[in-house]
């Protein structure tokens, strides 16, 4: 994980849901990653490849990720290049499978209030603060493990270092 993230944001409203971050016709025929990526956000933001070229942060409403466990609707944002999410509240299992799999997820509901489609927004990770157009707002720190696979790019990464650790 980026200590620094900075980038243009792409706003979405409230109740995202996994089947249209990641449609679920694809769920059985696309098994590859990258694959995945390509068709990430096609039903609800038919730009959303052009945008994701230059915005690594997605903002949005409340209950980011409803829905289903699936885990492709974490991995096809984070092979198509987001780094985090800001959000007044993810889907508890969304928020799961997105520290398992390296993106970070940060509630903050004033902030995702705040910020507006196409903002510059600078999520600093050591001090945990979200900055955009003059303003800063702190968000609590995740627990120090859970923050370790974060960093560690998700939960089957970390689980490897620290296993390489007791050898």
């Known amino acids: 994980m ?6 243009k944001v792409i706003k979405y409203p409230d109740s995202v849901n996994t089947d249209v971050i990641f449609p679920g016709r694809y769920t059985y025929a696309l098994m590859e990653p990258e694959e995945m990526a390509k068709h990430a956000m096609e039903d609800l933001d038919p730009d959303f490849q052009k945008k994701v070229k230059e915005r690594k942060i997605i903002v949005a409403g409340r209950n980011f990720g ?3 466990s699936r885990e492709q609707a974490v991995l096809s944002l984070v092979y ?15 928020f799961r499978n997105a520290i398992n799999n390296g993106l970070l997820v940060i509630e903050h509901k004033e902030a995702a209030d705040f910020i507006e489609d196409g903002d510059e927004v600078e999520i600093d990770t050591q001090e945990n603060k979200i900055r955009v157009k003059g303003k800063e707002f702190t968000f609590p720190q995740l627990p120090k493990e859970v923050l370790k696979i974060v960093e560690a790019g998700g939960l089957i990464n970390y ?6 650790k007791e050898e």
Do not use: C, P, T
């Open 80 to 94: 198509a290049g987001i780094k985090a999410i800001i959000a007044k509240s993810f889907a508890r299992i969304y």
């Open 66 to 68: 409803m829905g289903s």
């Open 2 to 7: 980026e200590k620094l993230i900075k980038s």
């Open 159 to 164: 689980v490897k270092e620290e296993l390489r």
